[in-house]
T-cell receptor
Framework: DAKTTQPNSMESNEEEPVHLPCNHSTISGTDYIHWYRQLPSQGPEYVIHGLTSNVNNRMASLAIAEDRKSSTLILHRATLRDAAVYYCILRDGGNAGNMLTFGGGTRLMVKP | DAGVTQSPTHLIKTRGQHVTLRCSPISGHKSVSWYQQVLGQGPQFIFQYYEKEERGRGNFPDRFSARQFPNYSSELNVNALLLGDSALYLC?????????????FGPGTRLTVT
């Protein structure tokens, strides 16, 4: 799977929007961009995924650059419960397997 | 609906011993994957099983093995434990294989090797 680069940590204030960036300059045309997050003392949980178009769900929005070399996970109103490690993952479009290749992720801290 | 369950929650073993970890996927999910998460790092892929067959293997030694049962539950076995095997072992299930399918993770089994 292609490599992703994320900042080690970010801070946000409660009830403000948060933009979590991810660079993936070597992405291939068939790679899907997935985001998972891991709350303290829990297993990772799925957040959102997309291929080319921006995506929205109840948890977050995913903005994908036109050249697909970067993406941004947007939390519209951060809450204390959103404090977690956020992982940006590329899933090989040519690989039918389920493997997720996790990097170091971004640790998001939310201040009240 | 129950999520992915794993047992035991914690266990402590001694170097050289053997350990078996268990995972029950979400009802109806046919694919189970195992990950190892060392403290301070992201999870690392160990195995994927689908319809009782191994469909993927990460860069782990042969001391690690797994299997999936007809009810889709799974076991991860680790032989000849080393101190470096101390980690959180995560099980994830998904409805099917493929990049479209979300993986649902269990809470993990914390293994400590002394």
């Amino acid at each position: 799977d292609a490599k992703t680069t994320q900042p080690n940590s970010m801070e946000s204030n409660e009830e403000e929007p948060v933009h979590l960036p991810c660079n993936h300059s070597t992405i291939s045309g068939t790679d899907y961009i997935h985001w998972y997050r891991q709350l303290p003392s829990q297993g990772p949980e799925y957040v959102i995924h997309g291929l080319t178009s921006n995506v929205n769900n109840r948890m977050a929005s995913l903005a994908i650059a036109e050249d697909r070399k970067s993406s941004t996970l947007i939390l519209h109103r951060a809450t204390l419960r959103d404090a977690a490690v956020y992982y940006c993952i590329l899933r090989d479009g040519g690989n039918a397997g389920n493997m997720l290749t996790f990097g170091g992720g971004t640790r998001l801290m939310v201040k009240p | 609906d129950a999520g992915v369950t794993q047992s035991p929650t914690h266990l402590i073993k001694t170097r050289g011993q053997h350990v078996t970890l268990r995972c029950s996927p979400i009802s109806g999910h046919k694919s189970v994957s195992w990950y190892q998460q060392v403290l301070g790092q992201g999870p690392q892929f160990i195995f994927q099983y689908y319809e009782k067959e191994e469909r993927g293997r990460g860069n782990f030694p042969d001391r690690f093995s797994a299997r999936q049962f007809p009810n889709y539950s799974s076991e991860l076995n680790v032989n000849a434990l080393l101190l470096g095997d101390s980690a959180l072992y995560l099980c994830a299930s998904s409805l099917e294989r493929g990049r479209h399918y979300e993986q649902y993770f269990g809470p993990g089994t914390r293994l400590t090797v002394t």
